[in-house]
């Protein structure tokens, strides 16, 4: 009896830790201050996103995790954009207007650049724990590397948004 005691126990633990996540995650993305003119993009589940400010235009890559390829090719589609200049939509390609990407289960990850996908065989959450500036760091490089001008970044807007 104290084996099935000791897995019951694991048994609500598991139920209750998973049962937390799902109320606490959607909590986690209202940190995160977006264009109150765009819409909230949502970030794809098995992955997620890095969004940064800059001139009053929201700039947000969506990444995938470990597993996971996007659902159709992105290595020339970095980001997606959200301000003036857009009509305060989003660029996507995907209908909905708010989902900027999906990750599908996928063997191999080649539909986007080596950037696109969560480092280290880890996960967004992983990331978001251990690694989020890094993330943030390395979005604004690839941003100034495509011409776009950093000096009015709003730092205060930078975040990672995990899918769920």
């Given at each position: ?76 589609r970095l980001y997606e954009t959200c301000g003036n200049s857009t009509g305060f939509t989003w660029t996507t390609q995907l209908t909905g207007g708010q989902t900027l990407a999906v990750c599908e ?60």
């Open positions: 009896m104290a084996k099935k005691d000791g897995r019951d126990s694991l048994n609500r633990l598991i139920w209750i830790l998973k049962d937390s996540l799902s109320l606490l995650q959607p909590l986690q993305g209202k940190f995160c201050k977006h264009l109150p003119q765009c819409p909230q993009p949502i970030a794809p589940k098995n992955g997620g996103m890095v969004c940064i400010t800059i001139d009053s235009t929201e700039y947000c890559k969506p990444m995938c995790n470990k597993g996971y390829d996007f659902s159709f090719l992105r290595r020339s289960p996928s063997e191999k990850a080649v539909s986007g650049a080596e950037s696109a996908y969560f480092p280290d065989n880890s996960s967004c959450l992983h990331t978001l724990a251990y690694s989020e500036p890094e993330q943030l760091d390395t979005f604004l490089g690839e941003l100034a590397k495509q011409g776009i001008d950093t000096f009015n970044h709003d730092k205060e807007a930078d975040c990672l948004i995990c899918g769920y």
